[in-house]
């Protein structure tokens, strides 16, 4: 292959390629490394215990003959350990005609009466526990909200693949994950002629006869004609479809047993998840609750809540769904290793990383040398690198307290607010989409930078946005409602941006993976409900065509209808009480004011997370902007420090970043230890990132020493200072820039691809640019006073802000000397080389 710049690349340019990429590519020896080998079969446990929980319950109770119960046996070694021995000890029922129990611990109730419960491990250890069991000779009717509808949910029927979507499935119609038990009733019972149930010969129902294959189902087979669902949905249809009553019990809460537990590498635990009714009364649904990982690399969970762990060492949690419920059980993964030599904790950070890396076992990585770390705080903190000249003075400044004095130096420049701005900018969804939107968009970049360096507190700037009102003239951040220009984008991007809620979810129905419901989601909604607009006073400008309009508060009675229910709902902050709200006051002023709310559970939680992805690459929770019940943070007790730290700082986003990158969890080697390559979230080194699209276009202009010219904007202007997206060049397009579309980060893409591998390896734009008569090439050619070690030692500074190591120095320097009569060429290679490496290519 060619890779001429100018005439044919010679083919030792490879060679040099490859002797410069070592960033990455090599590193300590890196071994596989496994917890301590798990316990063998015989374990001399010191006791065994009984129940749904470690400790067990007084007794079990099971009510009529469709109650279950997965029991759940906990070994206790001598050192207190707690392993799962479900599926290891040998089951007695004292009297066998009242239950029969499975060997994985499934209860089945057979006689009303009592008995108990006896299981023995294989050591000779034993435990027992009462069994109550009614209801069987004279059951209650099967009522379909609790026990039908559940069974849909379970075999899936009901998922948006299938029945349950918008327009449901060859003429059938579930409700969403059985939401709306009464439309499901409906639906079933009563529509198509009563083709789907006959109550006189229940199994010749088409609801049968599909679910079991005998009748062609698109679905396939889901049921066994000896199982659990189809026996209790042909008793149901005996019984002549009962649906139950206004003032039945409901499904109010769900728990899971064990709650958490530590685990090795490659162990399995069962767990049971019970369901409190609204009546206090409880059951065991584990058979009919789905569950998921949070993370399919550490876990994995079967239809029965089986518990393996993988070969990762962390923190993993098993979502349980029921009924509109959720719970989690959260496993913690040791890796096993001896932590003896931590870095020094410098704050909090610190204290809640090397806390959690010590629990685990998992050694961290050194912290990074001076070099690693200036170029590394650099991008972080303004998107750019160091020149030359900063980089030797701080390499050659002997101040111990050197990296906090650049961290604080990097905050309060102008830089700090370019690279945030363009940050903000986009999830604010800043742009233009006709030349006359330019003028707002302008000065809505220009607020938010002056906010960011000016430094406005987070809830202050976050206030003003949310309750601007008036003209962009005046009030430019009145242009956040030019894009997001309607109620549901309101409330959707408020929840996401400010609060780490993807609750878009429940503008149709009950959140899936949440407690959130449509109620919950019209309740925010109302507070933008007397948003207004209208045409500005534009004069000479006018108004046609002009989308930047005044935003003025409407006085009325603020409310928002549930789409579903008809109900008109006032304002209503998540997880509270609806507001009383006189028609004067703008209701978007209260809903600021319950962000500002330092009890507020949401607000600075998700704006530490969203700043911790950025300077780790990876959210505390993760994704950034999904923080619910069911995704729990990787390490809580830094989630919680940070954020408490943060609202007693007054929302100070400067001293947040301050916090952040002081820690010496911040300041680790990005190469891993033996014991660390496959941690993932627990931060035991720092996880290297490809440079965004606007910080490698800029980054490359400084290493070549050339420029690129932005349309309407000042000469000297740099891609991330770009006020508009949408009028980027094809350069920040294919290395992933956002077009400003959304308010989710996840916009910015951050993959690699072919095109841009091509686009820096041989593209006309780069190519120019390395060789052009002002290029740093030129200039190190044309330099005759100082020796060719000095000025490649310059050009590593420029480019990895380190000076060269021994191999590339003499690498380098017989490459220069192979090309004595025309040095500029030699340096062109050089320069291309060094831009194509990953350590150029990432912030590591």
């Given at each position: 292959?060619?890779?001429?710049?100018?005439g044919?690349?010679?083919?030792?340019?490879?060679?040099?390629s490859?002797?410069?990429?070592?960033?990455?590519?090599?590193g300590?020896?890196?071994?596989?490394?496994?917890?301590?080998?798990?316990?063998?079969a015989?374990?001399?446990?010191?006791?065994?215990?009984?129940?749904?929980?470690?400790?067990?319950?007084?007794?079990?109770?099971?009510?009529?003959?469709?109650?279950r119960?997965?029991?759940?046996v906990?070994?206790?070694?001598?050192?207190?350990?707690k392993l799962?021995?479900?599926?290891e000890?040998?089951?007695?029922i004292?009297?066998?005609?009242m239950?029969?129990?499975?060997s994985?611990?499934?209860?089945?109730?057979?006689?009303?009466?009592?008995t108990?419960?006896?299981?023995?491990?294989?050591?000779?250890k034993?435990?027992?526990?009462?069994?109550?069991?009614?209801?069987?000779?004279?059951?209650?009717?099967i009522?379909?909200?609790n026990?039908?509808?559940?069974?849909?949910?379970?075999?899936?029927?009901?998922?948006?693949?299938?029945?349950?979507k918008?327009?449901?499935?060859?003429?059938?119609?579930?409700?969403?994950?059985?939401?709306?038990?009464?439309d499901?009733?409906?639906?079933?019972?009563?529509?198509?002629?009563?083709?789907?149930?006959?109550p006189?010969?229940?199994?010749?129902?088409?609801?049968?006869?599909k679910?079991?294959?005998?009748?062609?189902?698109?679905?396939?087979?889901?049921?066994k004609?000896?199982?659990?669902?189809?026996?209790?949905?042909?008793?149901?249809?005996?019984?002549?479809?009962?649906?139950?009553?206004?003032?039945?019990?409901?499904?109010?809460?769900?728990?899971?047993?064990p709650?958490?537990?530590?685990?090795?590498?490659?162990q399995?635990?069962?767990?049971?998840?019970?369901?409190?009714?609204?009546?206090?009364?409880?059951?065991?649904?584990?058979?009919?609750?789905?569950?998921?990982?949070?993370?399919t690399e550490?876990?994995e969970?079967?239809?029965?809540?089986?518990?393996?762990?993988?070969?990762?060492?962390?923190?993993?949690?098993?979502?349980?769904?029921?009924?509109?419920?959720?719970?989690?059980?959260?496993?913690?993964?040791p890796?096993?290793?001896?932590?003896a030599n931590?870095?020094?904790?410098?704050?909090?950070?610190?204290?809640?990383?090397?806390?959690?890396?010590?629990?685990?076992?998992?050694?961290p990585?050194?912290?990074?040398?001076d070099?690693t770390?200036m170029?590394?705080?650099?991008?972080?903190?303004?998107?750019?690198?160091p020149?030359?000249?900063e980089?030797?003075?701080?390499l050659?400044d002997?101040?111990?307290?050197?990296?906090?004095?650049?961290?604080?130096?990097?905050i309060d420049?102008?830089a700090?607010a370019?690279?945030?701005?363009?940050?903000?900018?986009?999830?604010?969804?800043?742009?233009?989409?006709?030349?006359?939107?330019?003028a707002?968009?302008?000065?809505?970049?220009?607020w938010?930078?002056?906010?960011?360096?000016?430094?406005?507190?987070?809830?202050?700037?976050?206030?003003?946005?949310?309750?601007?009102?008036?003209?962009?003239?005046?009030?430019p951040a009145?242009?956040?409602?030019?894009?997001?220009?309607?109620?549901?984008?309101q409330?959707?991007?408020?929840?996401?941006?400010?609060?780490?809620?993807?609750?878009q979810?429940?503008?149709?129905?009950?959140h899936?993976?949440?407690?959130w419901?449509?109620?919950?989601?019209?309740?925010?909604?109302?507070?933008?409900?007397?948003?207004?607009?209208?045409?500005?006073?534009?004069?000479?400008?006018?108004?046609?065509?002009?989308?930047?309009?005044?935003?003025?508060?409407?006085?009325?009675?603020?409310?928002?209808k549930?789409?579903?229910?008809?109900?008109?709902?006032?304002?209503t902050?998540?997880?509270?009480?609806?507001?009383e709200?006189?028609?004067e006051?703008?209701?978007?002023?209260?809903?600021?004011?319950?962000?500002?709310?330092?009890?507020?559970?949401?607000?600075?939680k998700?704006?530490?997370?969203?700043?911790?992805?950025?300077f780790?690459?990876?959210?505390?929770?993760?994704?950034?902007?999904?923080?619910?019940?069911?995704?729990?943070?990787?390490?809580?007790?830094?989630?919680?420090g940070?954020?408490?730290?943060?609202?007693?700082?007054?929302f100070?986003?400067k001293?947040?970043v301050?916090?952040?990158?002081?820690?010496?969890?911040?300041?680790?080697?990005?190469?891993?230890?033996?014991?660390?390559?496959?941690?993932?979230?627990?931060?035991?080194?720092?996880?290297?990132?490809?440079l965004?699209?606007?910080?490698?276009?800029?980054v490359?202009?400084?290493?070549?020493n050339?420029?690129?010219r932005f349309s309407?904007?000042?000469?000297?202007?740099?891609?991330?200072?770009?006020t508009?997206a949408?009028?980027?060049?094809?350069?920040?397009?294919?290395?992933?820039?956002?077009?400003?579309?959304?308010?989710?980060?996840c916009e910015?893409s951050?993959?690699?691809?072919?095109?841009?591998?091509?686009?820096?390896?041989?593209?006309?734009?780069?190519?120019?640019?390395?060789?052009?008569?002002s290029?740093?090439a030129?200039?190190?050619?044309?330099?005759?006073k100082?020796?060719?070690?000095?000025?490649v030692?310059?050009?590593?500074?420029w480019?990895?802000a380190?000076?060269?190591?021994?191999?590339?120095?003499?690498?380098?320097?017989?490459y220069?000397?192979?090309?004595?009569?025309?040095?500029?060429?030699?340096y062109?290679?050089?320069i291309?080389?060094?831009?194509?490496?990953?350590?150029?290519l990432?912030?590591?």
């Open positions: 292959m060619d890779f001429r710049i100018k044919s690349r010679t083919p030792q340019i490879l060679m040099l490859g002797m410069l990429a070592l960033f990455l590519t090599s300590p020896g890196l071994t596989e490394v496994r917890a301590a080998a798990a316990e063998k015989q374990v001399d446990y010191k006791e065994i215990q009984i129940g749904p929980h470690a400790g067990g319950f007084e007794k079990l109770q099971l009510r009529g003959p469709d109650s119960q997965q029991v759940i906990t070994g206790v070694l001598s050192n207190g350990k799962d021995v479900t599926r000890v040998t089951y007695k004292e009297n066998p005609e239950a029969s129990i499975t994985d611990g499934y209860l089945t109730p057979l006689k009303d009466g009592e108990r419960l006896i299981a023995t491990s294989k050591n000779g034993s435990a027992s526990i009462p069994v109550t069991i009614g209801g069987i000779a004279k059951p209650d009717s009522n379909f909200k026990q039908v509808v559940p069974i849909f949910t379970k075999l899936t029927c009901n998922s948006g693949g299938c029945h349950g918008a327009s449901g499935q060859n003429g059938f119609k579930l409700s969403l994950l059985g939401f709306y038990p009464e499901d009733y409906e639906f079933l019972v009563k529509e198509g002629r009563g083709r789907r149930l006959f006189t010969s229940p199994a010749e129902s088409l609801l049968l006869m679910g079991t294959g005998i009748t062609p189902h698109g679905g396939g087979k889901l049921v004609q000896d199982s659990y669902e189809y026996r209790l949905l042909y008793r149901w249809i005996e019984q002549g479809m009962p649906y139950g009553n206004e003032n039945d019990r409901s499904v109010a809460s769900i728990k899971c047993y709650p958490t537990r530590t685990m090795g590498q490659e399995e635990q069962q767990i049971s998840v019970i369901a409190t009714y609204s009546d206090g009364s409880t059951e065991d649904v584990t058979r009919m609750a789905l569950f998921e990982a949070n993370d550490m876990a969970v079967n239809k029965t809540g089986l518990v393996k762990t993988l070969k990762l060492s962390g923190e993993v949690a098993i979502m349980a769904r029921y009924q509109g419920q959720v719970s989690t059980f959260r496993a913690t993964i890796l096993g290793v001896e932590v931590l870095p020094k904790s410098k704050n909090l950070i610190d204290e809640a990383v090397f806390g959690k890396l010590k629990e685990l076992g998992i050694p990585s050194p912290v990074a040398d070099a770390f170029r590394r705080v650099y991008i972080d903190i303004t998107g750019g690198t020149s030359e000249d980089v030797q003075k701080f050659a002997k101040d111990p307290a050197k990296r906090d004095k650049l961290i604080d130096k990097l420049s102008p700090y370019d690279y945030f701005a363009n940050k903000w900018n986009m999830v604010l969804r800043n742009k233009k989409l006709q030349p006359v939107d330019i707002g968009t302008n000065a809505f970049y220009q938010i930078w002056d906010s960011l360096y000016e430094n406005k507190p987070y809830n202050e700037f976050v206030g003003d946005i949310l309750s601007a009102s008036g003209e962009f003239r005046q009030n009145v242009v956040w409602y030019r894009e997001v220009n309607t109620v549901e984008e409330v959707e991007d408020t929840a996401q941006l400010f609060l780490g809620l993807r609750i979810c429940a503008r149709c129905h009950h899936p993976f949440e407690k419901s449509q109620d919950d989601y019209y309740g925010l909604a109302a507070f933008f409900s007397r948003v207004g607009t209208k045409d500005p006073t534009l004069g000479s400008i006018g108004t046609r065509g002009f989308r930047d309009q005044r935003v003025y508060h409407k006085e009325g009675v603020a409310s928002a549930n789409i579903r229910s008809g109900e008109n709902l006032k304002p902050a998540l997880g509270m009480q609806p507001m709200l006189s028609p006051r703008d209701p978007r002023v209260a809903l600021v004011q319950w962000l500002s709310r330092t009890d507020n559970p949401f607000f600075a998700a704006l530490v997370n969203r700043y911790w992805k950025h780790f690459g990876r959210g505390i929770v993760e994704p950034e902007d999904d923080m619910r019940a069911t995704n729990p943070p990787a390490n809580p007790e830094l989630l919680d940070l954020a408490k730290h943060f609202v007693e700082s007054g100070d986003l001293e947040l301050r916090q952040i990158c002081r820690s010496n969890a911040y300041q680790l080697s990005s190469l891993p230890n033996e014991y660390n390559l496959k941690d993932k979230q627990n931060f035991s080194r720092y996880y290297p990132k490809r965004t699209a606007e910080v490698l276009y800029d490359f202009h400084q290493v070549t050339s420029s690129q309407g904007l000042p000469a000297d202007t740099k891609a991330i200072q770009i508009d949408t009028s980027a060049p094809y350069f920040l397009k294919v290395f992933g820039q956002p077009q400003a579309d959304t308010a989710c980060e910015r951050q993959s690699a691809n072919l095109a841009q591998s091509l686009h820096l390896l041989n593209s006309k734009e780069v190519q120019d640019k390395i060789t052009g008569a290029s740093r030129a200039m190190l050619a044309k330099d005759t100082r020796t060719d070690e000095e000025k030692k310059e050009l590593y500074r480019v990895y380190r000076a060269p190591k021994d191999e590339e120095m003499k690498f380098a320097l017989s220069i000397a192979r090309h004595k009569e025309k040095p500029q060429i030699a062109e290679d050089i291309w080389a060094l831009i194509n490496t990953k350590e150029f990432f912030n590591h």
